[in-house]
Every structure is written in C-alpha cells, then in structure tokens.
C-alpha cells in the first residue's frame, strides 16, 4: 500500500480497539487494514478455568438428572 493511502485515524481506531492484555503481533495493511493478535498468558489461563468451569457445570448437570432418574426408579 503506498504511504500516502494509509488512513492513520483507521489505524488509530484499530489499535484503541484492542483489549488490554492482548499483544499486538503485527499489523496488516496489504488486503485493508488488520492486526495479528497474541492472548497474554493471563488471558489464556482465564480462558482455560472458564472452560474447565464449563465442563465441570455439564457433569454436575448430568450428574443431577442422572440421580432425578434414579430417585423415580426406586419409588
């Protein structure tokens, strides 16, 4: 892209957009205008216990229909 055709408020706006933790890897201006995002290590273990956190409601879920089903069996 030629200097002259960047639009730097574009740009600006992008990067205000990014959320705290995240790593700017790169930036894209070939094909319109993207980042190449990287998760800081934080982010990336709260997403992991969120899903463990998920996980384990589903069990519990199982787990609590399973044991309705079997409360009506022994009646």
Do not use: H, T
């Not at 730097?8 to 959320?19: D, G, N």
């Not at 787990?63 to 009506?72: A, H, P, Q």
């Amino acid at each position: 892209m030629l200097v002259e055709k960047v639009d730097i408020q574009r740009i600006k706006a992008l990067l205000e957009s990014v959320p705290g933790q995240m790593e700017i890897d790169s930036i894209n201006l070939k094909n319109g205008y993207s980042l190449n995002l990287v998760a800081g290590e934080q982010e990336i273990n709260q997403a992991g216990f969120e899903d463990a956190l998920n996980q384990l409601n589903d069990i519990l879920g199982l787990y609590k229909s399973l044991e309705g089903g079997n409360k009506l069996l022994q009646k």
